[in-house]
């Protein structure tokens, strides 16, 4: 009887992982200014990131600009330094970025701009919590490797002097709440400006970049690790941007197919009736 039993729920577990992961697809969008990050960057001598070269970086706050869309294609993660609150003596816009405390100066700020996805080597979108008017959360990953520099690449350490090179390993972990994500006729679910307002956002951007700049003193290989949050100042300063106005964007990923929503509805079925017939007995 405990065979029976043990293999009961180790089959309906199985069933219930394979259905909740399986809600993630490979094509889908996320374009959005809305998000900010912070954290750490380590140097390193060499690749194997063993011999740590000086002190932690900390980076303070920074403002992120994220796109990625599998049928562009196209994956962008930076900094948002044009944001401007800044104008002269008779009211006119002074330049991009001018003002921006969360721009492109000093440590971390950080550019991969990559129109094609030539080193995108795996990217997921999906919604998720339908209230039963919307779906609320949107979650993306993105994982990119590059040998060699190709796309544009820069991370800012110590300084926004000579950092450019490329990413050898970047990955973005987003989970955004308190969308409302609507089914469109084509299958999609997007949630798009006024809908796309997350209340929060849970995830990290982390990775090794090596830095091959003509500036020799910066070379080198650097670990990253950001945490995203809510901390935006664009955002704040909406009302007061001079230039290019405040954009929210949007979140676009398919609608779970029936024979996955089936799989689910399955996995919680067996657990709630082994359960149900192990309190019986008890």
Not at 111 to 131: A, E, G, K, M, P
Not at 137 to 157: D, I, K, Q, W, Y
């Amino acid at each position: 009887m405990f065979k029976k039993s043990f293999f009961g729920v180790l089959l309906f577990t199985v069933v219930l992982l394979y259905s909740v992961t399986s809600f993630a697809f490979p094509n889908g969008w996320i374009d959005t200014d809305r998000f900010g990050y912070s954290g750490t960057i380590t140097r390193y001598t060499d690749e194997t990131l063993t011999e740590q070269v000086g002190d932690v970086i900390n980076t303070g706050s920074r403002d992120l600009a994220l796109w990625s869309d599998s049928d562009y294609p196209a994956s962008i993660v930076m900094g948002s330094w044009w944001y401007s609150t800044a104008v002269d003596g008779e009211g006119n816009p002074i330049g991009a970025g001018h003002g921006n405390t969360h721009g492109n100066t000093g440590p971390g700020f950080m550019q991969y701009y990559d129109l094609i996805q030539d080193y995108v080597t795996d990217q997921r979108y999906s919604f998720s919590n339908f209230d039963g008017n919307y779906w609320t959360t949107f979650n993306f990953e993105l994982v990119v490797n590059m040998s060699e520099a190709g796309a544009v690449a820069r991370l800012s350490a110590p300084n926004n002097t000579g950092d450019g090179g490329f990413f050898h390993t970047l990955n973005v972990q987003l989970t955004a709440t308190g969308l409302q994500g609507s089914l469109q006729n084509n299958g999609m679910i997007v949630a798009y400006e006024q809908d796309a307002f997350p209340t929060d956002v849970f995830g990290s951007i982390s990775g090794v970049f090596e830095n091959t700049s003509g500036t020799t003193a910066n070379n080198g290989f650097y670990s990253f690790s950001f945490d995203l949050n809510m901390d935006n100042w664009a955002f704040e300063n909406r009302d007061d941007l001079v230039g290019a106005s405040f954009r929210m964007g949007s979140y676009g990923a398919p609608i779970p197919e029936p024979g996955t929503m089936a799989l689910l509805g399955i996995g919680l079925a067996g657990l709630g009736l082994y359960g149900y017939r192990r309190k019986n007995k008890a």
